[in-house]
């Protein structure tokens, strides 16, 4: 524990995480924007992109301030959101496979940041939240437009990436319940709230 700053060993691989996971969106965005060709596309995924480093960077320059260590993050192979990319298709199932990823973040924040016992941390997650709102609004606008346009496969598609991020987000969570102590109760909590987020029908869904 840095009791200093009142972080756990538990915590700070958390923290190391969203740093990694923020920094592999970042890359993964940027990727895309030099793969389009439309103007429009191209903009807002180097914005998106841009972002995410941002974050990254946010979370990176708090660990320095923090003096608390680097975790080397690796993606586990079928257990790690990410490693789905790769099933995605076009830049439709590309930007529904993002989406679903970052609609749960909002909530997944929220929920840590009345966890967690660091002022410092509470502090990032609740600038950070509000910053997620750009990232789901631009691609909802996006899909939303090919939904109108008679594109049949964007529902099929997100419904399809919800399920797949909803099983290994509660896969994710049964393994930190099953490891017990600090990482136990965490999940926990995160599960005592998940019908606010599970039970909140999604816009394709009205």
């Known amino acids: ?63 320095k301030k923090l003096k608390i260590p680097i975790i080397e993050i690796h993606d586990v192979k079928g257990e790690n959101y990410f490693f789905h990319v790769n099933e995605t298709k076009d830049i439709f199932e590309f930007l529904a496979f993002t989406h679903i990823f970052e609609q749960r973040v909002p909530f997944h924040f929220s929920i840590h940041a009345k966890w ?40 099929d598609v997100l419904e399809r990436f919800a399920k797949l991020e909803k099983d290994l987000y509660y896969e994710d969570l049964e393994k930190l319940e099953k490891t017990g102590g600090e990482a136990a109760d965490y999940a926990r909590t995160i599960k005592e709230h998940t019908k606010e987020f599970e039970d909140n029908p999604k816009w394709w869904q009205k």
């Open 1 to 63: 524990m840095f009791m200093e700053f009142n972080i756990s060993e538990f915590e700070i691989f958390i923290i190391n995480r969203y740093a990694a996971s923020e920094l592999a969106g970042s890359i993964l965005l940027g990727k895309m924007a030099r793969k389009v060709t439309n103007h429009s596309l191209i903009v807002n995924l180097t914005r998106h992109c841009m972002e995410e480093a941002r974050h990254a960077f946010v979370w990176y320059d708090i660990i």
């Open 116 to 155: 967690t016992k660091s002022p410092h941390i509470k502090e990032v997650l609740e600038k950070l939240i509000p910053e997620e709102e750009p990232h789901l609004a631009w691609i909802k606008a996006y899909l939303e437009k090919e939904i109108e346009r008679g594109n049949t496969k964007v529902k």
